[in-house]
């Protein structure tokens, strides 16, 4: 007996708009049919939901009660605007190219073109390029519905090429904005593509104006491929002010003898599912990836990854630091996989979460899958209020309650934030979740 699927509310929604929303997509004949694919393949997988074990914690078939439009009109922003939003993170010295819900805004970016660094608009190279239908593909995770859904939707991005050999003198900073007054939706893809040899940093930002809705749906894909011997630090920071839902994937493909640092911030938004995805292609390569993320009300933070040693002599560290309140939860899945031919993999993953509350829930599940015998592995996690010991340390020295509290947690989130290589970046990253700190009950 067959039985039919009934499609949620918001499912038949994200269908429909399709229709409507494909002919304002970019893109050739070839790019239309990708995209009318790929909608097809999220007609048949639906929402992820708890059923499936790499979703078992964040149920989008419940939690997404409904889908929201592209914005109507474009408000006008200045480079104030994008200033504030930015808070501390507009005193990092970058080369910088600005999104405002989803779409490029030239007058916004300030761009250095001296041969090192291109960065072109995904919009327009989709429309121009035969060879862009690449950045449309997903590393063959074609049973991913939250991919299929970029793909099908994605109407701008930036495309990054650091030339072999560069060494870029600051950061290029990608300023996702959100500046819509009604609640919308927006999807973005990026393409990083870093050259054999190069050195450089790209950080993005996604952040809101205050006049913005409160209500939001992000779906951002990033792609990135680092060259043979690059060094290559990336870091996300996702700050919003209330609300909304922030899905988005890391896409990460590491040439032999690569260096790869990355690094994801989060707080502020109601819903977040941070996928990553980072495979070795070739020997002698390094991860290091880490991340600090703080959550409190109701907010939902998921950091689920898997880092694929696919060839010998790799090396991969992760890191991941939480703080919850309230009725906060966070989740943290790391998996692990080690191929027959990687020996001499050596891998090492740690989470870690304060919980302030009795009411949060953290829910860890590491995974290590190994199928070669010559390789050092290991993992580990841990869940803990503060250290009554360390309080009542700090009190006897004549610290406040209050303020030993905040120095101890800070000092927890301090040891993520470390990872980053940046000082300008790794102050603004630390102000930022200060405020957050300040903010929280009982800090």
Known sequence: MNVAVLKTKTEQALSEAFGAAA??????PEIVKLRRDAMGRFGSLGLPHRRIEAWKYTDLRTLLKEALPAPQKAPKVTEADV?????PLARVVAHRVVFVDGRYAP????????????VASLATLLESDGTAAEFLHNNGRDDDAVLALNTA????????????????????????????????????????RVGEGAEATVIEAHVTLPTAAKDFQVNAVTKLIVGKGAKFAHVKCTHATGG???LANWLAELGPDADYRGFQFTAGTALVRNQIGVVFAGTGSNLDLSGAFLARGGEHIDTTLVVDHAVPQCTSRELFKGVLDDHARGIFQGKVIVRPDAQKTDGKQMAQVLMLSPDTEFDSKPELEIYADDVVCGHGSTSADLDEDLLFYCQARGIPAAQARALLIESFVGEALEKVDNEELRDALAELARGWLHEAKGV
């Open 23 to 28: 002919p304002e997509l970019p893109g050739t």
């Open 83 to 87: 200033v504030a939003a930015l808070g």
């Open 107 to 118: 007058d916004l970016s300030a761009l250095v073109a001296d041969g090192s660094v291109s």
């Open 153 to 192: 939707y994605a109407a701008d991005g930036a495309v990054i090429d650091i030339a072999p050999d560069a060494k870029l003198d600051r950061p290029v900073l990608i300023v996702s904005l959100r500046a819509a007054p009604e609640a919308s939706f927006a999807a973005t893809r990026n393409i990083v």
């Open 244 to 246: 909304g839902t922030h």
